[in-house]
């Protein structure tokens, strides 16, 4: 998934950059006075320590191998903030140090791997965990390896639509066309995420059994919030936060390629040369034609479909037991 | 992953050999290499004419062989992010023609070349030392040189481990469906977690007593000399006349 320099359209190299600066420096302002103290050299040391499980490869079948990204697990541990910057640290040594992924690729490199998958993973994580609550460890690893699973899948996906989008925004000079990216991509990646999904698991139980301590423990001040203040600080609503950020950065990649003509349904009705008639139903939303229409128009989307799979989930859950 | 390089060379320290060592190259200020390996790399990343992305590609290919800088590793790590590379080059041939699979190829090239150079012909402190004088945040810097530290502790630990499997004949799982040969491989590396905490806490401890105050600007104070001014002239010359061409100011 390393992206290296040359590949991507350089509009689309240096959206990367400009949102991995952002989220870098929105990071820093979180983390800054934490980090100076103890947490510096444990960030190392887990940076390190994903690093190093990189290089554990792990078989898939017919003599293939895989490896960790590492990005939910991390989050795991330390939490999302603390995790991007670990994140972007391995993805800074894995460029400089060995040439794997470029520099103008950096942007890009790190917002799949330091800030979607970490996110996703953790949001995931934190999203699924009470609605497996009931099955205790069985639920706990069911939700970790929803979110290993979904962190690479995403940041695959990501990687996917940002060669796509080279491609149409150059006419082919740059990136790699959809037909052959995105299947290729994600065929690929959610075999490697199964694996991410159990080595994951199994990390966290060792270290739950051996060194539980190394595992952030739940955030004891949520408890003594009250109202409001206790909802924002939940789990659930951070969880919740981390999906939304991933779908605003996300974004301006799809209006780079919708700026480039119409999608495939509209673009096969003008060769048919249909237009489009009035609906017998309107929808009271739209996609959105800007960028916070559409960010509003996801949220709302976001929740709804959150509510109703919890609320789902749960009267599947009551139903059982 | 796609993609890839394998970071088994990581337990020798990049292995650097004795030539890298004695070329010109390791022996510039890191500070012009980064400067001059990251303009030529991001002029050339947007190069998409035929003659200059090869007349890029020749240069990259001339430092590679002049500065001498381990060939062999060179060769090898290219080849780790070949597949990457083919996998975008042959969809473009296949999509867009051979003329932009061909551009692909050799752009994508001309960028990973001087990068690899850059990797395996700079101490790694160095590069770090000079990351921090060109103006990279301290805690960056710091995070990028400590990880450093810790990975090589880690690297040791698990090749340890990893011969104690051997030895104990686990072979490294069948496919995903093998249980237990990914609850091995996870465990192992849980234990590399949990074993190398430990130690990571005590190499931090012996660095603040040996004056380490987390920064690492004091550490390599280098002036630059003639042969790094040639160095990064040289290659801003090349990246300026390049973009020159390629936008047409002067054609």
Not at chain 1, 40 to 59: C, D, Y
Not at chain 1, 275 to 281: L, Q
Not at chain 2, 53 to 76: D, E, K, Q, Y
Request: charged share 15%.
């Amino acid at each position: 998934m390393h992206i290296p320099d040359g590949l991507m359209h350089p509009l689309v190299a240096a959206l990367g950059w400009v949102e991995f600066l952002i989220v870098l420096a929105v990071v820093l302002a979180i983390t800054g006075k934490k980090i100076r103290d103890k947490n510096l050299p444990r960030v190392a040391i887990l940076s390190a320590g994903i690093f190093v499980a990189q290089m554990v490869n792990f078989p898939i079948g017919g003599g293939t191998t895989g490896h960790l990204i590492g990005g939910a697990l991390f989050a795991v541990l330390v939490g999302p903030a603390l995790a991007i910057l670990g994140m972007t640290v391995v993805i800074l040594i894995q460029a400089l140090m060995f040439g794997d992924g470029g520099i103008t690729a950096l942007g890009l490199n790190a917002l799949n791997m330091a800030i979607i998958a970490p996110l996703t993973g953790w949001g995931v994580f934190n999203l699924i965990r009470p609605l497996t609550s009931r099955m205790q460890k069985t639920g706990e690893g069911v939700a970790l390896a929803s979110g290993a699973w979904a962190s690479v899948f995403v940041a695959a996906a990501a990687c996917a639509a940002e060669l796509t989008v080279s491609y149409a925004v150059s006419s082919g000079e740059y990136g790699i066309a959809p037909t052959i990216s995105i299947p290729s991509m994600l065929a690929y990646h959610a075999v490697i995420a199964a694996g991410e999904a159990a080595i994951t698991v199994g990390i966290v139980a060792y270290v739950m059994n051996v060194s539980p301590e190394m595992i952030r423990g739940p955030e004891q001040a949520i408890v003594t919030r009250r109202g409001l203040a206790r909802a924002f600080a939940s789990a659930n609503f951070r969880a919740a936060v981390a999906i939304i950020v991933v779908f605003a950065l996300a974004l301006p990649f799809y209006f780079l390629y919708a700026s480039e003509g119409a999608d495939g349904l509209e673009q096969t009705m003008a060769d048919a040369g249909k237009g489009e008639e009035e609906p017998i139903v309107a929808a009271p939303f739209s996609y959105g034609q800007d960028y916070f229409g559409a960010l509003f128009a996801g949220i709302i989307g976001f929740l709804i479909v959150a509510l109703a799979a919890s609320a789902l989930l749960r009267a599947l859950g009551t139903e059982r037991t | 992953m796609i993609g890839g390089v394998g970071f088994a060379h990581v337990h020798s320290s990049k292995g650097w050999s004795d030539s890298s060592r004695h070329s010109w190259f390791w022996r510039l200020d890191s500070r012009a290499k980064i400067l001059g390996v990251f303009a030529f790399v991001l002029i050339s990343a947007i190069l998409t004419q035929r003659t200059l992305v090869f007349a890029s590609l020749a240069i990259s290919v001339l430092l590679a062989i002049t500065s001498m800088v381990s060939p062999a590793g060179v060769v090898r790590s290219y080849l780790a992010a070949l597949p990457f590379i083919l996998l975008a080059s042959v969809s473009v041939f296949l999509v867009a023609g051979t003329e932009r699979g061909i551009n692909m190829l050799a752009r994508t090239s001309a960028c990973v070349i001087p990068l690899l150079v850059l990797a395996r012909g700079t101490e790694t402190f160095d590069l770090f030392a000079g990351l921090r004088r060109l103006r990279v945040p301290a805690l960056i810097t710091t995070l990028l040189m400590l990880t450093h530290r810790y990975i090589l502790l880690m690297s040791e630990e698990l090749s340890r481990m990893s011969v104690a499997r051997k030895a104990r004949g686990f072979a490294g799982g069948r496919s995903l469906f093998d249980r237990y040969g990914l609850k091995v491989l996870s465990y192992t590396a849980g234990m590399v977690f949990v074993r190398t905490s430990g130690k990571a806490d005590r190499a931090y401890e012996a660095l603040r007593a040996r004056g380490f105050d987390r920064d690492m600007t004091a550490w390599r104070g280098t002036r630059l000399s003639l042969p790094d001014i040639v160095f990064v002239f040289c290659f801003f010359f090349a990246s300026v006349a390049l973009v020159v061409f390629q936008f047409g100011v002067v054609l």
